[in-house]
């Protein structure tokens, strides 16, 4: 069974370091997410200002990773929908060779004074009518003609998603591959109990009726009360395949931000050895629905 990690930001660790972290616990192979962190304006590295006030991003590590390993590591990347030349970024995205996606956030730019969850909130609550209302529109109309799937974070630490805006996103675009990152729900930033934390994948599990929506199982780990191997998430993950079956969901530990929270091996073990899935449906959920969605041969 090939084990496939939908999100790692390798730059935390870096490539040598990530290689052998991989190979520790079990990895074949990585679809890197090369974030930085905010410069003092609030904009995402890493990347570089473009007239009128933008950025264009770049994946040095990625675009490294790739060429020492490229049966090891793909990577995504970003695009701001006020860049310029949106048309050419996106139109060749897919050409460079490993680089296979956009990825979109709700916090960018970050405010950088947003250090309160209501702050956040109301972030979101914006950037998700801007999915919807106009701003972003030429972006996925290029993403679909040029076939690049898009991951969405509507969510956040604490932050409930707003999936009604992937729902109007998707049917607009329904040749486009559209991933709810991170599951789509209030991720906890701390271990206190939460009573509701698995009654919010009702609404992920209503977005199954929509073809082209798929779910990256991302920092799941984090929404355990019980130990390894977890069952508590084990039954979330088994209703959230009920609703959309194995081939569109997709496993990703974001293990350099978990680190905390769980291992690598743990954070995709307690689905490797879950019985209530076939060795195919495993499969599927740990590596191939992954490389289908992304188009990304082995």
Sequence with gaps: ????????????????????????????????????????????????????????????????????????????????????????????????????????????????SAGERAENDEAVDVFASELVGGRYDRYFALAEDNRVPVFIQVNGIGIAGRLHAIRDVAMAHPRLPVIIDHMGVAMPGSRAHRPDRFAQFAEVRSLADVPNVHVKWGHATRLAETPYPYPDVAQALREVVGAFGCRRVMWASDWTLDVEWSSWSESFGYIRDDAHFTVDERTELLGRTVRRVLDWPR
Excluded: K
């Design 1 to 112: 069974m090939e084990i496939v990690d939908a999100q790692v930001h390798l730059n935390m660790i870096g490539l040598d370091s990530g290689l052998v972290a991989m190979d520790a616990a079990g990895v074949d192979a990585v679809l890197i997410d090369e974030f930085w962190g905010f410069d003092d304006l609030g904009r995402p590295l890493p990347s570089y200002a473009l007239a009128g006030g933008s950025v264009r991003h770049i994946s040095p590590i990625g675009e490294l990773a790739v060429a020492r390993h490229p049966d090891r590591f793909a990577y995504l990347t970003r695009c701001q929908p006020d860049d310029p030349a949106i048309d050419r970024v996106i139109g060749e995205l897919r050409e460079r060779p490993g680089r296979l996606a956009l990825r979109i956030l709700p916090f960018v730019p970050f405010p950088p």
